[in-house]
């Protein structure tokens, strides 16, 4: 409905825009009370390797994606690959889904429940470093509009 809204008329976007900034700190009372951080850290090495190969998979390809395709400064891909606080719910809806995975429900909960932690205190650190180490767009690093008469990379 508030995507309908904001889109056909500017004034209730304008409205509505500071409401936001409100529901931000409900929002994330609702996720964190679902995460339980004794069962999260009892995840332990397993939880940190799966942290590890997230950010692999997620951080490499995006990163070098945004800066050599997109001629992108980077720290953008970086600040995007985090685990959402919803994704600790998957492993219960996949094990009443496939009765066969619901022995393995609580190991991958309390995993997904590390990596959900790590990824939210070390995301913004690595986006910190991009930012600093190769530049923003606001501090003079080349953006998309400013690389459009760049020759090719053919």
């Known amino acids: 409905m508030g995507i309908l809204l904001g889109n056909l008329d ?3 976007r304008k409205l509505m825009a500071p409401g936001s900034m409100i529901m931000l700190p409900f929002l994330g009372f609702c996720f964190g009370i679902s995460v339980d951080l004794v069962t999260a850290f009892r995840s ?3 939880g940190l390797v799966l942290t ?3 950010y ?3 951080v490499i390809p995006s990163f070098f994606t945004d800066r050599w395709i997109l001629r992108r400064p980077g720290y ?3 600040a995007t690959c985090c685990v959402a606080g ?3 719910g998957a492993p219960a809806q996949i094990a009443q889904a496939v009765p066969e995975h619901a022995p393995y429900l609580q190991t991958a ?3 997904i429940a590390l990596v959900m932690i790590l990824t939210t205190v070390i995301t913004p650190f690595l986006t910190r470093f991009a930012a600093g180490r190769f530049g923003t767009a606001s501090s003079g690093a080349k953006s998309h509009r400013a690389v459009k008469n ?3 990379i053919s």
Do not use: H, K, N, R
């Open 109 to 111: 909960t309390a995993q």
């Open 52 to 54: 590890l190969i997230f």
């Open 86 to 88: 919803l994704a600790i």
């Open 10 to 12: 500017a004034d209730i």
């Open 44 to 46: 332990g090495l397993q």
């Open 76 to 78: 953008g891909s970086i």
């Open 56 to 58: 692999i998979i997620s």
């Open 150 to 152: 760049a020759p090719s």
